[in-house]
């Protein structure tokens, strides 16, 4: 499935090993051509801490901390609505229609207030007859009309689950939202929420800008872990303009540790996953900020090389992941998935480095830069921890 790699992806230094394994094959990829996805959507989604729960009072409160806190002007632009935000039953119409009890003042009115904001508002539906907790209609046999809507209101985020599909093959029912909203002429972020049941990377670069490879997220190491190991298979189909959707970020809701958590923003930053926030932003711990706003992993994440780093060495439960970045530079990420300490090394042949190359070391999360290491990397890591470096070749 995997043809060999443009030349356009692979310029690296004189000092990176042409026959790397990062980035070494990369598919064709006819993209959606709607100038959205770049780089990795960030922001933030209700679902993970608050499921079912929407409200206007939440999204005005949420908007505002992201404003407040410093974390939209690191790049977090997305407010997104989940399921549940609109009535069971369409209007005579046939129109879509907000649920008046928790959003009396409309959606339109939501929209406004999240721009005046200086963010971005998205929105959930489904490409199947219901959304998947039935509390309101899919868009299937509506897609034309529910994306006039969308775009009416000023919405500009489409997230696309993919319940009570009827049977209809995937490329089917979100190829015809695709062209809708592009037809309605507002740019609209198309996220597939199809759970990677039919390979969407090997199809949906054309159709949407990122696309789930995975089932649903769960706060813990298990079900984070399994999530990246899932995602990691098709790395080398992620790019500018089209993105592999492990599913949404639990750091801060509390079932693991920081460290964990530290692994979990560290992986989906390195894999050049979307960067959506699960946590009540409103009353984050300093622990939850600190990795968050993480200026230098976000800016791994955000590269704009927009090559997904990927698993390169596993040594039993220690384990490397590593990818090129713009300038010359690589990403790299020792991990420790093991029940207690050891010592994670990472080759230069591992990563794509040639044996006489010499490198500084910048760790993203301690700050701090070592200079002039030469044919190896090496860190003693407790269980569920890692350490995470940006290389410059000198």
């Not at 992806?9 to 051509?33: M, T, Y």
């Not at 209101?153 to 695709?178: A, F, V």
């Not at 995975?214 to 399994?226: A, V």
């Amino acid at each position: 499935m995997r043809a060999k790699c443009s030349s356009s992806h692979c310029s690296v230094a004189s000092g990176i090993n042409q026959n790397r394994k990062l980035g070494e094959s990369r598919p064709r990829r006819d993209l959606l051509d709607n100038g959205l996805g770049r780089t990795p959507q960030m922001g933030w989604n209700n679902f993970n801490h608050f499921p079912g729960k929407l409200n206007e009072e939440l999204i005005h409160q949420t908007a505002d901390a992201m404003v407040s806190t410093g974390l939209a002007a690191l790049g977090y632009e997305y407010i997104n609505l989940d399921d549940c935000w609109a009535e069971l039953n369409r209007d005579s119409q046939g129109n879509l229609v907000p649920n008046a009890t928790i959003f009396p003042s409309g959606m339109k009115a939501l929209a406004n207030y999240v721009h005046s904001k200086g963010l971005k508002i998205g929105i959930y539906g489904d490409a199947g007859t219901l959304t998947c907790a039935k509390t309101m209609p899919g868009s299937l046999g509506y897609e034309e009309q529910d994306a006039n809507t969308f775009a009416s209101w000023g919405i500009d985020y489409l997230k696309y689950d993919n319940c009570h599909n009827n049977g209809i093959s995937p490329q089917e029912r979100y190829t015809k939202m695709s062209k809708a909203l592009l037809a309605t002429g507002r740019p609209i972020f198309f996220s597939l929420c199809e759970w990677g049941y039919a390979d969407p990377a090997t199809w949906a670069p054309s159709i949407g800008n990122s696309w789930r490879t995975t089932g649903d997220i769960k706060d813990n190491w298990g079900s984070m872990i399994s999530k990246a190991d899932q995602n990691d298979a098709w790395a080398s189909y992620a790019g500018p303009g089209g993105w592999n959707d492990p599913d949404m970020l639990e750091v801060g809701n509390g079932n693991m540790t920081t460290e964990e958590y530290r692994c979990h923003f560290s992986l989906w930053s390195l894999a050049k996953a979307p960067l959506i926030l699960g946590c009540d932003i409103r009353s984050m711990d300093n622990d939850t900020f600190e990795l968050v706003s993480n200026k230098e992993v976000i800016a791994v994440n955000q590269d704009d090389l927009g090559i997904q780093g990927k698993k390169v060495n596993k040594t039993g439960d220690l384990e490397v992941w590593s990818g090129p970045l713009s300038g010359d530079r690589v990403a790299v990420l020792l991990m420790n998935r093991g029940p207690s300490t050891a010592t994670v090394t990472a080759e230069w042949s591992d990563i794509g480095l040639n044996s006489s190359v010499i490198v500084d070391a910048r760790d993203l999360w301690e700050h701090s830069t070592t200079t002039s290491i030469q044919l190896q990397l090496d860190a003693t890591l407790d269980s569920h921890t890692c350490k995470m470096y940006v290389l410059t070749p000198h």
